[in-house]
């Protein structure tokens, strides 16, 4: 399950972000695993994931808060 916008395709993007330096190239390197037991099986399911970080801090038009993207992933809880 990934995040469709074109621009959250990659979690370390040199090509986005100003704080790579080098010949990098951009990679997905961060990833949220998931593995239900029988327990929750029921109870917690993956929705959706997106990318945190990907604009720049407020004191800045250059800088990013990392060299890689955060994941944030959501899920339905049952009980």
């Known amino acids: ?13 040199p090509e986005l972000n100003s704080n790579i330096t080098g010949n990098d190239k951009p990679e997905r390197y ?8 029988t327990s929750i099986n029921n109870q917690l399911k993956p929705v959706h994931m997106e990318l945190e970080g990907i604009q720049h801090i407020k004191t800045s038009d250059i800088v990013f808060p990392s060299t ?10 049952d009980n």
């Open 1 to 13: 399950m990934t995040d469709q916008r074109p621009e959250t395709t990659y979690t370390f993007d």
């Open 30 to 37: 961060d990833r949220i695993f998931f593995r239900s037991s």
């Open 68 to 77: 890689h993207w955060a994941i944030q992933g959501y899920f339905d809880v």
